[in-house]
DNA sequence: TCAAGCAATGAAACCGATTGCATATATTTG
DNA sequence: CAAATATATGCAATCGGTTTCATTGCTTGA
């Protein structure tokens, strides 16, 4: 339990100002080469740590940056997270993290923790319930950079770092129509969410280009949970008419929406031809497997944080601090396609 | 971006010391009442906020807790992640979060970043390649309490936090002997770890203990990804007799044998009956559903959180400073059962 | 030879909260 | 009523780097 080694300490021991060693240690052009090295092998000896308490304190900054996400445990998010902590830890910051359990208490309580923090930035992917972004104002007022990342808001001062979710569900819903689909539905999450509203757009003008009625007895809105996904299966299996096609909005709720529907009978994709979004792990697993919108997790996470550092150092330039958004794509696979694999499926199904 | 508030604009305020509004802020019991009252309404009115560095930095603690994780987007560690994050916010600790890649010397980097951020403890699990605990000693000799939870390591001043890794690898093996498996193989990952080498001794015993013999050559040691899942079913299916039974180490690795299996002929459970371990979600959506051994991940989370704190709060008691065992189970699902369900399972392979 | 210019270093203030010790007033006790 | 004890508050030092503004000693050019 020795004290700790402070740059007096090592002041007495080179015979040198705590000024100069100060200088010294953070490479100051003022300082004789001779002199720094002298200091740095002394420090290196002596086991000195810099004090970041006394350096954030006299800097006003702490090369920490705050997260705020919805939920840790997912696949995608901890995917997200993964590549933040790489692009962090590569540029010298630090990452504080913490979860809002999709309620708007929550992550107006972690937005309080990160303000007293004084993290140096924030990256935020929005809950369900958020909707309005008042508990960021302290941020915004101060200069205090926020971006948001996929589940996003309009702020004039913010950046957003998206996937253009219109588009991904549009090439979505039609893949669908191209596979023969009529009657295609679409289950999505809280519309309050860019990412679900977008999703929804981008089914309705797919089906409204390739001269299909829009429904909104076709939309289900819920969780997107597993329960969720069993729920909207029984209640589309209990409908007059079967749609031939169901567009849904994550991995987890469409594996478990085929798993209920397989489980009554139906068959995917002969009777209902299914696309997920995510392109969770699980969609090599569930049979068929999934066909699925690949989401760079990783590069988004990678993404946010250096866009956040770059803000960081000053560059007003590089980022037009608005929208960045990341390209998906459809990872087409048997659950979608109708026609030809058809036989394949059936092949596969008897091994013998 | 106007100036931060400090405890000096609010005594010049009030009309006190700054020694005053300090002690009223925490609640000093030497501080009349109404004196706090007043100053906690000044401070909100003025939008004070403490200064963490200021405070950290005079009181030599960071109310900072420092996780070292081989990798962040798993699902278990996910979840254990999310556990600390729910404990360490009703802690009033913030979480620093980095991930070793599984590399000894990402490791020590991390180490030597919560070191230099001056974490108050620090909660590891260790890397694959981890042969040796240098980089932990200075927080050990400085008293900064280190906790190992899930893949750990002996040590004097270290407590340990993990599920009996024997018993339920001895369970998961003896239940297959119990469904008729003569021939069990197991795949597992490296065995420096507590977590493998551990499973390794339940299966061996368990095969003793049965009266079955132990062969090395029925053991594979990979590193459990999917692609290695792959390669080993390739490796058992070029064996002259195949195996009865099969106990993974993961779930995703166990996954991606039944794949391989199943695409080359061969029946599960009926062929070769299968265990996972880690009860992550896909268990529900391979078919056959995976047995498997739930692994209270959060909890895990939340007790390292909550064990630390504790020992920060100078209770030397309460934890033995030594192991905590959580309890884990076998989840039992058609993977496994060779006599009871084969007829169950046929009669789901062919649903009209 | 001397003023100007430069390189290298140091003294002291500062960041903002905490705390040991001292002080001033109020209350209690003998 | 004086002494003893509480009660409430303030002074000033402290935590450990950083930074502004000198200062010192040399080199250089006229």
New binding site residues.
């Given amino acids: 339990m020795g004290?700790?080694?402070?740059?007096?300490?090592?002041?007495k021991e080179v015979?040198?100002?705590?000024?100069?060693?100060?200088?010294?240690?953070?490479d100051?052009?003022?300082?004789?080469?001779?002199?720094?090295q002298r200091v740095s092998e002394v420090a290196g000896q002596m086991g000195?740590?810099?004090?970041l308490?006394?350096?954030n304190?006299?800097?006003?900054h702490t090369h920490t940056i705050g997260v705020i996400v919805p939920r840790l445990n997912s696949p995608f998010m901890s995917t997200v997270i993964s590549g933040m902590e790489k692009a962090a830890t590569e540029g010298g910051y630090n990452l504080i993290i913490s979860q809002s359990l999709e309620t708007l208490q929550k992550e107006q309580a972690n937005a309080k923790t990160m303000f007293d923090s004084r993290v140096d930035g924030l990256l935020v992917s929005l809950s369900y319930e958020t909707d309005d972004l008042h508990h960021f104002e302290p941020f915004i007022s101060r200069g205090i950079p926020v971006i948001f990342y996929d589940r996003v808001a309009e702020h004039e001062q913010c950046t957003s770092i998206v996937i253009d979710n219109l588009q991904a569900a549009y090439k979505a819903t039609s893949h669908l129509v191209e596979q023969g689909c009529t009657n295609i539905m679409h289950i999505t999450g809280n519309l309050k969410r860019n990412v679900y509203s977008d999703r929804l757009k981008g089914y309705k003008y797919a089906l409204i280009d390739n001269n299909l009625p829009y429904n909104e007895q076709n939309i289900i809105v819920n969780n997107l949970s597993e329960e969720a996904g069993e729920e909207a299966a029984q209640q589309i299996l209990k409908m007059k008419k079967l749609p031939d096609g169901l567009f849904v909005s994550n991995d987890t709720c469409a594996v478990s929406c085929v798993k209920t529907l397989k489980q009554a009978g139906i068959s995917v994709p002969a009777d209902v031809a299914v696309i997920g979004f995510n392109n969770d792990p699980i969609c090599r697993v569930i049979e068929p497997n999934l066909t699925s919108v690949n989401y760079p997790g990783s590069e988004m996470g990678e993404l946010a944080v250096k866009a956040l550092i770059l803000r960081l150092n000053g560059s007003t330039e590089g980022i037009a601090s608005n929208t960045i958004n990341l390209r998906s794509e459809l990872i087409i696979r048997e659950s979608s396609l109708k026609s030809k694999v058809a036989g394949k499926k059936w092949g596969q199904l008897a091994p013998k």
Same sequence: chains 1, 2.
């Fill in positions: 004290k700790d080694i402070t740059i007096y300490d090592i002041a015979g040198l100002s705590p000024t100069t060693i100060s200088r010294a240690l953070n100051h052009p003022a300082v004789n080469l001779k002199t720094k000195y740590r810099t004090n308490f006394a350096s304190l006299r800097r006003q």
